[in-house]
C-alpha cells in the first residue's frame, strides 16, 4: 500500500517522503551517527560496529518500525483528501517543495525506505548470531602464534571492509565478530573460533566421472556460440563450413579412441579480445579483411573441444565470465570458496587480465586450470615475474608465473609452449584431381589483404609481373588503393568460398614478409599453390623490429613463415631473399617448372587437431605437478660423481634413460627422453633439431641433477644452483657446473656463449610435432 500511494497521488508522496526523510534523519542523528551511508541510496546500510550487539539497536530499529506505520496510518488519511476541496492545499505544498527538494531525492528516499526493512531483517540475523555466540569477549582478538597476521588483518578490514562489495557478500558487518569469521572460514589469516558451529555439512561423495563420448554433430555447438557481432558471425560460418570435415575426423578418431576410457571435462572457453571490456577490436575489422587468424583458431579450437565430447561453456564479455565462474561480487579481493565449477578454462591475454581483476586471490589458486592462447609464445624468462623484472624482461605481456606449457600456440615454433593450431580445409582426391587439371601455370596470388602491405614492393613484383599474372585480394572502399601497380589484378576483399576457389586455380602465392606465420600460407599449400616468400637478414626480433617489440619471446624468425619452411620445405615452400633480384628471379623459373600436389600437414588437419588436444587433455596436469630435484648440498665443491641413470644410445651422442631405473610419473613419457649437451652459443631448440628431435622441458626436472651431468662424462670441480633460464648447464672454461633453482624458468629457449646447455630432448610422431611415439 505505501508504494501504491507514493507512485500514484504526487501530493501525499512528497508528503510522505518529507516525514520519513526527517523521521530517518532525526532518529539516525540522535544516535550519534550510528547509521551511516556511503552515498543516499545505497543498498545495503553501512551498520558501524558500536550498535552491534547493543539493546540500543534494538530501539532503533523497534523506532523505524513505529514511525513507519505513522507515515502509512497517515497516507491513509490523507488519501481520503484527494477530492476534497482542500486538495488544492496541497497541490500548493507540493509546489514549494518541488521548488526546494534535490534532484532525485524522492527516488533517493523511496530507495532508502526500500532498503529498511531489509536492513531490520539484516541487522536482527547479526543480533541472532551474536547472541548464540555466547558471551562477551569471544570476539576478542585472537593471539595465536600460528596466525600472526591475525591482528593487522582485522585492523585492516575494520579501515577497508567497504572497499569491496565482495566482504558484505560473504557476510561482513563491519563488526569484530564479522571480521573473524571470515578471516578465519573464508580467507586464512586467523583461527577457527571456538564458539562457532564448524559441524562441515556432510558432502556429497565424489561426483561419479563421465565418459567424453566424440559427437559428430555441430549444430548444438552454432547455438552456444551465439551472434550479435560480426567476428561471432565469422566463426559460425567458419564452424558450419567445416562441419562435414569434422564429422569425418571425428568417425576415423572414434576408432581408434574407442578402446580408451576419456573423462568428460568441465570446460570454460573465454574469448577474451572479444569483450567489449577489451575494445573488442576486432569485431568491426572483420568485414575490412582481418587479422582473422585469430578467429579461425577460436573458431577451430571450440570445434574440437566440443566434438571430443566435453562440457562446454562459451564466454564473451566479463559479465558471463563472472556468471560461470560464480565469484563473489565486486573487485576480486575475495576468494573464492566453494569448489572450482571448471577442469579447464581457454582464455587469451586479455580474458586473463579480465580474471587477475574480477578473480584476484582466487587466480593463483585456480590458474593451474587455464589455458593461454597465445599466437606468438612465451618465453620462460618472460614468463617469470621477479626475473624478468630483475634482467630486463618485463614487458605488457608476460610475468604471470604459470607453467609455460599452459600457453597454447597457432604454430610449434617453440617447445616451451605447447602447440595448439588451427585447421586447414581439406581436399578429397576428386578435389585434388580437379586442381591439377585447373591449375593455371602463370598465375600468382598475392598474400596482403592491406594497401600498406603493398608499398614498397613494386620493383620484384615487376620482376613477377614478366613471368605471371598477378592477382591481389586488397580491400578498400571507394577507390583502387595506389599502392597496388596497374598492371595487378585486384578483386578486392573475398569471402572464404571464393578465395578457396581462387587459390585453386593459382601456381604462385607470393608473401611480402608480413603478416608473420598467417594460416593463409597453409591453406594456399593446401590448395596445390608453392608458397614464395622472403628470407630475413638479419632475422626479424624484439631487438629489432617494432612488431616483436614488447612480445614475451627472444625468438628470432628467419623468415614469414618459419613452420611453413622448417617443416614443410620445398618443393611447396621457396625461401629467398627478395632484395636479390637474381635469387628471385630464379625463384620464379623454377617454380614455373615445378609440379606439386595439393598438401596438408597431419597436425593441421581435422584428425591431427583433435588428436593433439584430446592427448593434452588427458595428460597435462600442471595442478599436480611436482619438479623433482637433488636432495644433496650443491653448493661447494663436488667430491665425486654419483653412479649416472642415464646410458648412451647407439650411434649417437645422446644419453636415454636407462631401463632399468624406477620411471616417475611423467607425461610425455620417460621413454621419450634423450639427453644432449648443446655447444656454446647453441639453445636447447636448435641442438635437438639438429638430431632430428624436440626438445622437451617437462624432462628438465629429470635432468636437472649431477648424475645427468656426469653421464655426460663432465667432472664438476663445483656445482651451484641458480635462478637462470640458461641451466642446468656446464662453464665452457672451467669445471664449474650449474643446476636450476626455480622450476618456472626451465626453457628450451636462450643461448650464452659461456655455457653449454643440457638439453632434454625427445623424438615426435610424423606430422605430428607436438606428441612423441610414446605419447598417444
Known sequence: ????????????RIFLVGIGFFSLCFLMTSLGGQFSAKRLGDSPFTIRTEV????ESRGVLRKISDM??????????LSKLSN??????????SSALDRFQPVGLVERIQAIAQNVSDMAVRVEQILQRSRSSGKAGQCDIPKDPGYPDCASKVDWMRARWTSDPCYAFYGVDGSDCSFLIYLSEVEWFCPPLAWRNHTSTPTPGTAVKKQAVLRSDLGPLLEKVGSGKESLSFMRKRIHRLAAQWAAAARRLDQRLRAHWREQKRILVHVGFLTEESGDLFSPKVLKGGPLGEMVQWADILSTLYILGHHLKISVSVKELQGFLGFPPGRGSCPLTGPFPFDLIYTDYHGLQQMKQHIGLSLKKHKCHIRVIDTFGTEPAYNHEEYATLHGYRTNWGYWNLNCKQYMTMFPHTPDNSFMGFVAEELNETEKLSIQRNKVNNMAVVYGKEASMWKGKEKFL?????????????????????EVPAFVKNHGLLPQNELQQLLRKAKLFLGFGFPYEGPAPLEAIANGCIFLQPKFHPPHSSLNHDFFRGKPTSREVFSQHPYAEQYIGRPQVVTVDFNNSEEFETAIRDILKAKVEPFLPYEYTCEGMLERVN??????????????????????????????????LPNSNALIWAPNITMPPCWPPLTALRLLLAPDSHSCISTCQKMGLICEPAFFPFINNIEAISGLDIQCESLEMEMNHMFPAVAVESSECFLQKDPLLFSCAGFTAKHRRLCPCRDYLHGQVAL???CV
Not at 505505501?2 to 507512485?7: D, G, K, P, Y
Not at 615487376?462 to 595506389?482: A, C, F, K, N
Request: net charge positive; glycine share 4%; charged share 20%.
Open 772 to 774: 612423441c611415439r610414446d
Open 84 to 93: 476534497t476541496s482542500d486538495s488544492h492545499r496541497l497541490e500548493e505544498l
Open 1 to 12: 500500500m505505501v508504494r501504491r500511494c507514493l507512485l500514484t497521488f504526487k501530493p501525499f
Open 615 to 648: 592427448a593434452y587433455i588427458q595428460h597435462q596436469d600442471f595442478c599436480h605437478l611436482r619438479a623433482q630435484f637433488p636432495s644433496a648440498n650443491v653448493s661447494g665443491s663436488w667430491p665425486g660423481n654419483p653412479p649416472s641413470p642415464f646410458i648412451p
Open 462 to 482: 615487376t620482376i613477377l609481373h614478366r613471368y605471371m599474372d598477378i592477382h591481389g585480394t586488397v580491400y578498400y572502399e571507394t577507390q583502387r588503393p595506389p
Open 52 to 55: 552491534l550487539g547493543s539493546v
Open 68 to 77: 513507519l506505520e505513522v507515515i502509512m496510518k497517515r497516507i491513509d488519511v
